[in-house]
Nanobody, 127 residues
Framework: QVQLVESGGGMVQAGGSLRLSCAAS????????MGWFRQAPGKEREFVAA????????YYAESVKGRSTISRDNAKNTMYLQMNSLKPEDTAVYYC????????????????????WGQGTQVTVSS
């Protein structure tokens, strides 16, 4: 089992940057494929980015591709999402998610396949 805690959210002007962190408990962080999702008011939760358990494979939603970088440090049990050139439409609560997988290169974009979630961190981008 793993517990996830997001941090790094806040309010930023359009064009600015933020780095979100997701700290995981437990000693088997490297066994988990990880992902970032977001949910804006009145909208469904949507996929943002995913990373394989070894960090070697990443996958992005088209809406953030080229502006965001997902990464992880298995020694620190932490995953990151660097977001640049932020837009007002990036405003949402951002969640990290984890699923234990057997294959090192697996990435997961479907929220239904994740079984561990953090509590979320608010990102607000003003125009």
């Amino acid at each position: 089992q793993v517990q996830l805690v997001e941090s790094g959210g806040g309010m930023v002007q359009a064009g600015g940057s933020l780095r979100l962190s997701c700290a995981a408990s437990g000693r088997t962080f490297s066994s988990y494929a990880m992902g970032w999702f977001r949910q804006a008011p009145g909208k469904e939760r949507e996929f943002v980015a995913a990373i394989s358990r070894n960090g070697g494979v990443t996958y992005y939603a088209e809406s953030v591709k080229g502006r965001s970088t997902i990464s992880r440090d298995n020694a620190k049990n932490t995953m990151y999402l660097q977001m640049n050139s932020l837009k007002p439409e990036d405003t949402a609560v951002y969640y990290c998610a984890a699923r234990e997988v057997g294959t090192a290169s697996t990435t997961i974009s479907a929220s239904s396949l994740y079984n561990y979630w953090g509590q979320g961190t608010q990102v607000t981008v003003s125009s």
